[in-house]
């Protein structure tokens, strides 16, 4: 059975940090592509970041700079570590493993940027 449980989010308060965690099961981890996806209020879900199972990243724009994803292929996680972060940064934040046609997610955390 494949899962993917999040953990790490909270409340924050601006310019501060938060480091997100994935832990997967159920499929060879290492072989998937991971991203973390982001939907905030009243807004479509959006992509993250990427890592591939060789720890090769990507980034949107929007966190180009402040975000770091990384992977622990021996213990089947993935981590967003999130510093500098603004009150647009609020949102419910997701894993999703991918390996064409195949694609999973987990159930969301989240993330509340707030003074």
């Known amino acids: 059975q494949v899962q993917l449980v999040e953990s790490g989010g909270g409340l924050v308060q601006p310019g501060g940090s938060l480091k997100l965690s994935c832990a997967a099961s159920?499929?060879?981890?290492?072989?998937?592509?991971m991203r973390w996806y982001r939907q905030g209020p009243r807004k479509e879900r959006e992509w993250v970041a990427t890592?591939?199972?060789?720890?090769?990243?990507n980034y949107a724009d929007s966190v180009r700079g402040r975000f770091t994803i990384s992977r622990d292929n021996a213990k089947n996680t993935v981590f967003l570590q999130m510093n500098s972060l603004k009150p647009d940064d609020t949102a419910v934040y997701y894993c999703?493993?991918?390996?064409?046609?195949?694609?999973?997610w987990g159930q969301g955390i989240q993330v509340t940027v707030s003074s």
């Open positions: 890592i591939t199972g060789a720890g090769a990243t």
């Open positions: 159920g499929f060879i981890f290492s072989s998937y592509q």
């Open positions: 999703n493993a991918l390996r064409n046609p195949l694609s999973y």
